[in-house]
């Protein structure tokens, strides 16, 4: 692993009295993609949440080196973590412009210069949203919206680009349009991803590494290519975690 | 004709106030997405500052000013101390915080000033013009001219700055504003301080006319409220809109419809509101599709 740009040691996250994550190690390196898999439950919503500082916890967490424990979920997104949240986040009354032009509201003053040509490089990889820039974005299709919600997540030039269930509710031959793109977002906008997926193949496919998850545990991690012939992620999806 | 005319011209004079109460409401609910019942208080206290500035010689437009200022900074405080403990509440508590507000300023602005009514100087003058057989008078004109401009402004506000477009996206999407490094806090904040800043502007716009009271505004706020469900309260066009057709609807119903006359009129713009919420619910203008509440 080359030097990490998230590092995070022990996390345990809590719902109330219930305890969603125990003690989570989980490293992404610089320009890395990282599948998170696991079954719905396994806690991988939670671990992004967390990351991203919306979802509080116990343990370390270190961005870049510097501890990111006890920030906010605005300040965590100016230091440079997106999140393309479940659902897609969308703010279905404002255009697509308006929505893309908010993801680059957050930017720090020396990345201000560059938004324009960011805006237009969103609309190179998403040519679609450059037809419908003027729409009100909650009349956009699902696939749409859920590129509006990585465009706009890249307005903010992102470090550290966290896409939750990408694929939900999309048409097979749309999602596998969709990681090609995300493939090719870690080259040209030079960001490290950890994608949260059910869909093993088509994540294990583009990703460099994976985490699986069960039970809010870490169950396996290791080289994205290891988990390919499948036997690791059936026993997690079907809930037999790393016991026999 | 002349006449009916000048029927429709005062309605929509009485009107102007209602709308401008209306965008207040509108402001917070585009900006907060919930309905503020102390609205008008908020306004007459606004009005209140502005007397004191004026009975200690400060000039009206500064006077004027001056409130604004102070009004958003109240809004600012009020969103800040008191809504934010109630933030993921729900709905009703919200709702019951601005009406303990409407009856605690009521009380305050009672002690303090009594409920005495004062006049309040009209900063246009008591000039009259007259065309076509028309009258107007200089306090009219000058409210039309001081809506359409506090409207253009929140149009522009929200429409064409940066400002807008996160208050806006914060009242739409919290959550996913979080994520895009909006402080959501600071944003409701603000948007509770520009509805508290329009709401100065149409105390003054009323308080000439109704003469300045504690209760100046709770009569009219019922009636704003009728405006915003008439027109729409997520268009603030629509808010403003509605406000214009209940102070005509009230006033010809009062001069036209037999046995309407005097207070009895104001029968006709509530009836005028429940048959067009019968037929759009979300309003003339409105969107059907609200933000939380």
Same mark, same amino acid.
């Given at each position: 692993m080359s030097e990490a740009l998230l590092e995070a040691r022990r996390l345990v996250a809590r719902y109330g009295s219930v305890e969603v994550l125990h003690e989570i190690d989980l490293g992404v390196a610089a320009g890395e993609i990282v599948a998170l898999l696991g079954a719905n439950g396994a806690g991988k919503t939670t671990l992004l949440r967390a990351i991203s500082r919306v979802v509080s916890t116990r343990g370390e967490m270190e961005l870049a080196g510097v501890s990111i424990?006890?920030?906010?979920?605005?300040?965590?997104?100016?230091?440079?973590? /997106?999140?393309?949240?479940?659902?897609?986040?969308?703010?279905?009354?404002?255009?697509?412009?308006?929505?893309?032009?908010?993801?680059?509201?957050?930017?720090?003053?020396? +990345?201000r210069s560059s938004a324009r040509t960011d805006l237009d490089q969103v609309y190179a990889t998403f040519p679609v949203l450059a037809d419908m820039r003027r729409r009100a974005a909650g009349l956009l299709s699902g696939g749409q919206q859920q590129m509006l919600a990585i465009g706009r997540a890249l307005m903010a030039r992102p470090r550290l680009l966290l896409?939750?269930?990408?694929?939900? /509710?999309?048409?097979?031959?749309?999602?596998? +349009?969709?990681?090609?793109t995300l493939a090719r977002i870690r080259d040209e906008w030079a960001t490290s991803l950890l994608i949260a997926e059910q869909n093993a193949r088509l994540s294990l496919h583009i990703a460099d590494?994976?985490?699986?998850?069960t039970g809010g545990r870490v169950a396996?991690?290791?080289?994205?290519?290891?988990?390919?012939?499948?036997?690791?992620? !059936?026993?997690?999806?079907?809930?037999?975690?790393?016991? !026999? | 004709m002349t006449e009916l005319l000048q029927q429709l011209l005062d309605g929509l004079s009485s009107g102007l106030v209602y709308g401008m109460l209306a965008l207040a409401l509108s402001v917070v609910f585009q900006g907060t997405g919930m309905? %503020?019942?102390?609205?008008?208080?908020?306004?007459?206290?606004?009005?209140?500052?502005?007397?004191?500035?004026?009975?200690?010689?400060?000039?009206?437009?500064v006077a004027l000013g001056l409130a604004?200022?102070?009004?958003?900074?109240?809004?600012?405080?009020?969103?800040?101390?008191?809504?934010?403990?109630?933030?993921?509440?729900?709905e009703l508590p919200l709702l019951t915080m601005s009406v303990a507000l409407l009856l605690g300023l009521n009380a305050v602005m009672s002690i303090v000033w009594t409920t005495d009514?004062?006049?309040?100087?009209?900063?246009?003058?008591?000039?009259?013009?007259?065309?076509?057989?028309?009258?107007?008078?200089?306090q009219q004109v000058g409210s039309l001219i001081t809506l359409v401009a506090v409207m253009a402004a929140t149009a522009l506000l929200f429409n064409r700055?940066?400002?807008?477009?996160?208050?806006?996206?914060?009242?739409? %999407?919290?959550?996913?504003?979080?994520?895009?490094?909006?402080?959501?806090?600071?944003w409701l904040m603000a948007g509770w301080a520009i509805a508290a800043a329009v709401g100065a502007f149409g105390a003054v716009v009323a308080a000439p006319v109704l003469t300045l009271t504690p209760g100046m505004m709770t009569f009219p706020l019922l009636l704003a409220l009728a405006a915003g469900t008439l027109g729409g309260l997520s268009s603030r066009v629509g808010a403003v809109v509605g406000g214009v057709l209940i102070g005509v609807a009230n006033n010809l119903a009062g001069r036209y419809v037999p046995g309407l006359d005097g207070d009895l009129a104001i029968v006709a713009p509530f009836a005028l509101t429940a048959v067009v919420v019968a037929l759009r619910p979300a309003g003339l203008l409105g969107r059907t599709r609200t933000v939380r509440v």
């Open positions: 424990v006890g920030w906010s979920g605005a300040r965590t997104a100016r230091a440079g973590v /997106g999140h393309v949240p479940e659902g897609r986040g969308t703010f279905l009354d404002l255009t697509v412009a308006e929505n893309l032009r908010l993801g680059g509201l957050a930017r720090t003053r020396e +990345q896409i939750d269930e990408p694929s939900l /509710g999309l048409a097979p031959m749309v999602t596998r +349009q969709l990681f090609d590494r994976a985490v699986i998850l396996a991690a290791g080289p994205a290519a290891s988990f390919r012939d499948g036997d690791v992620i !059936k026993r997690a999806y079907l809930g037999g975690g790393t016991r !026999k | 309905l %503020n019942f102390a609205q008008g208080e908020m306004a007459t206290l606004s009005a209140y500052a502005t007397l004191v500035l004026l009975l200690a010689g400060v000039p009206f437009w604004v200022l102070v009004s958003a900074a109240g809004g600012a405080l009020i969103e800040r101390v008191l809504v934010r403990r109630l933030e993921g509440a729900g009514p004062r006049t309040f100087p009209s900063p246009f003058g008591d000039g009259l013009m007259e065309a076509a057989g028309l009258r107007m008078t200089a700055t940066s400002v807008g477009l996160r208050l806006r996206a914060v009242a739409q %999407n919290p959550a996913s504003a979080t994520l895009l490094g909006q402080h959501q806090g600071r």
